[in-house]
């Protein structure tokens, strides 16, 4: 558990922009709340290793929102078949059946198309969400932290003394 709270706070105190952070979290947001087998997981995946997302909150950021899909399945499942079976999308729904692009894609299962249209709406919230507490936590927090009475107890015991000194060295 220090580990992965260490790997966060070392992105957080990083230079790296807070834009590829919320990128990170975005991208393992799609790709979380797909299920596993889903093919525009491999072109996720793509996208992780070719832009300059930070991979370890990446990775952490994957366990979350794959443990919240598993919580959003029925959710997700309900309305993916409230859409496949919309009257007004049928014409929709056959065109992109009928070409082997969407069919490959599998759209027409309700669990993935619900989480796809549920990872949509997430989409800009969780983006700029990010980018606003990674921007926060930099300019008022994180100097406050590190003075706070917090980091003075943990000063005092051995499990305390490690994880100081690992956000200490992460802080400079």
């Known amino acids: 558990m220090l580990g992965i709270l260490a790997r966060i706070l070392k992105v957080l105190n990083s230079e790296t922009a807070p834009a590829q952070i919320a990128a990170a979290v975005l991208l393992a947001l799609f790709m979380g709340l797909s299920p596993l087998g889903a093919p525009h997981n491999l072109v996720l995946l793509l996208l992780v290793l070719v832009l300059r997302v930070n991979l370890s909150l990446f990775l952490v950021s994957l366990a979350l929102f794959s443990g919240i899909a598993w919580l959003l399945d029925p959710l997700a499942h309900?309305?993916?078949?409230?859409?496949?079976?919309?009257?007004?999308?049928?014409?929709?729904?056959?065109a992109m059946y009928n070409t082997d692009f969407w069919r490959l894609l599998g759209f027409n299962n309700t669990v993935?198309?619900?989480?796809?249209?549920?990872?949509?709406?997430?989409?800009?919230?969780?983006?700029?969400?990010?980018?606003?507490?990674?921007?926060n936590y930099r300019e008022h927090l994180r100097e406050r932290i590190h003075k706070s009475r917090l980091m003075l107890a943990l000063k005092g015991n051995k499990w305390g003394r490690r994880f100081y000194s690992i956000y200490s060295s992460l802080n400079h």
Do not use: C, D, H, K
């Open 112 to 135: 993935l198309l619900g989480q796809v249209v549920v990872a949509l709406v997430l989409a800009a919230p969780v983006y700029f969400g990010v980018t606003f507490i990674v921007r």
């Open 78 to 94: 309900s309305l993916g078949q409230t859409l496949l079976q919309a009257g007004a999308l049928e014409g929709l729904w056959t």
